[in-house]
């Protein structure tokens, strides 16, 4: 059983900065992907950011620039750092772990940033 706890939301400013935080637990194996979704309301969900265990790593185009997402293989975690911040970032932001043809969720974190 994999479990994915995030925390960092909450609201800001425009052009302010946030950071998100993901750690997994559980059974994991070495070689996955972890990342960052987003999903706003009445929009599909999107994918932000993501980045293999080995490294490789591919942004959103409207967050690139602007967004780091950076892990620990280590500690299981995984951060997405989000700078200059748009009214349009806002949304509830998922993390998640790839392990094969299995993928966990977390439970989601809202990110609301006013104009």
């Known amino acids: 059983q994999v479990q994915l706890t995030e925390s960092g939301g909450g609201l800001v400013q425009a052009g302010g900065s946030l950071r998100l935080s993901c750690t997994a637990s559980?059974?994991?194996?070495?070689?996955?992907?972890m990342g960052w979704y987003r999903q706003a309301p009445g929009l599909e969900r999107e994918s932000v950011a993501v980045?293999?265990?080995?490294?490789?790593?591919n942004y959103l185009d409207s967050v690139k620039g602007r967004f780091t997402i950076s892990r620990d293989n280590a500690m299981n975690t995984v951060d997405l750092q989000m700078n200059s911040l748009k009214p349009e970032d806002t949304a509830v932001y998922y993390c998640?772990?790839?392990?094969?043809?299995?993928?966990?969720w977390g439970q989601g974190t809202q990110v609301t940033v006013s104009s």
């Open positions: 559980g059974s994991i194996f070495k070689v996955n992907v």
């Open positions: 998640y772990l790839r392990i094969g043809s299995s993928t966990f």
């Open positions: 980045m293999s265990s080995g490294g490789p790593t």
